[in-house]
Nanobody, 119 residues
Framework: QVQLVESGGGLVQPGGSLRLSCAAS????????MGWYRQAPGKQRELVAA???????NYADSVKGRFTISRDNAKNTVYLQMNSLKAEDTAVYYC?????????????WGQGTQVTVSS
């Protein structure tokens, strides 16, 4: 099992910045991709950004140039630096890690952290 603990959410004004963190513990070997998703009220959960164990990144078009995903493999932690925040970035942000073993691939999700962008 993998446990994920997220932190860093909160209330920020438009144009502001936040940094989300997600620390993995437990059976952390064989974790490959790590990423952030978000879900706004009344909308489906969507991918925000993802990063492979080799550092290859992928971003939603809506956040390109504003958000940066990174990971510290020594700390088993993934980060999401969010700059130039907009009201439409308001959502619950979830961390997800993908772990692959000889038994198959499994996704693990964090509990979510609220990000509210409002003046």
């Amino acid at each position: 099992q993998v446990q994920l603990v997220e932190s860093g959410g909160g209330l920020v004004q438009p144009g502001g910045s936040l940094r989300l963190s997600c620390a993995a513990s437990g059976s952390i070997f064989s974790i490959n991709a790590m990423g952030w998703y978000r879900q706004a009220p009344g909308k489906q959960r969507e991918l925000v950004a993802a990063i492979t164990s080799g550092g290859i990144t992928n971003y939603a078009d809506s956040v390109k140039g504003r958000f940066t995903i990174s990971r510290d493999n020594a700390k088993n932690t993934v980060y999401l630096q969010m700059n130039s925040l907009k009201a439409e970035d308001t959502a619950v942000y979830y961390c997800k890690v993908v772990r692959t073993t000889i038994y198959g691939t499994r996704d693990y999700w964090g509990q979510g952290t609220q990000v509210t962008v409002s003046s």
